[in-house]
């Protein structure tokens, strides 16, 4: 399995930025259930989850980020999308692109990180 990360960037507080991230690999060519989602880090402090959205379409997000980022995905593609409104300096971190198949092992993937910078 590989997950191809894009679309980080600089932006202005209050602008927006679209994250990409495109899986391939044999176990999309299956019924398992996938969990794809975004994490973040930003410098010095833990990684959190932002968004995770599975096969189905269920989404989660953290609070932090509610009404203002929403995950989607295009199962044909393979690819799950982060679009990010109101940025805010806080949001300013290395984003990186998680899939989760919880009935399969090795259940865990990560793609490479995408920094996300927001200015004020």
């Known amino acids: 399995v590989q997950l191809q990360a894009s679309g980080g960037g600089l932006v202005q507080a209050g602008g927006s930025l679209r994250l990409s991230c495109a899986a391939s690999?044999?176990?999309?060519?299956?019924?398992?259930?996938?969990?794809m989602g975004w994490y973040r880090q930003a410098s010095g402090k833990q990684s959190e989850l932002v968004a995770s959205i599975t096969t189905g379409g269920n989404t989660n997000y953290a609070d932090s980020v509610k009404g203002r980022f929403t995950i989607s995905r295009d199962n044909a593609k393979n690819t799950v999308y982060l679009q990010m409104d109101s940025l805010k300096p806080d949001d300013t971190a290395v984003y990186y692109c998680?899939?989760?198949?919880?009935?399969?092992?090795?259940?865990?993937?990560w793609g490479q990180g995408t920094q996300v910078t927001v200015s004020s």
């Open positions: 998680r899939l989760v198949v919880p009935n399969y092992a090795p259940s865990n993937y």
């Open positions: 690999g044999s176990i999309f060519s299956s019924n398992l259930i996938k969990v």
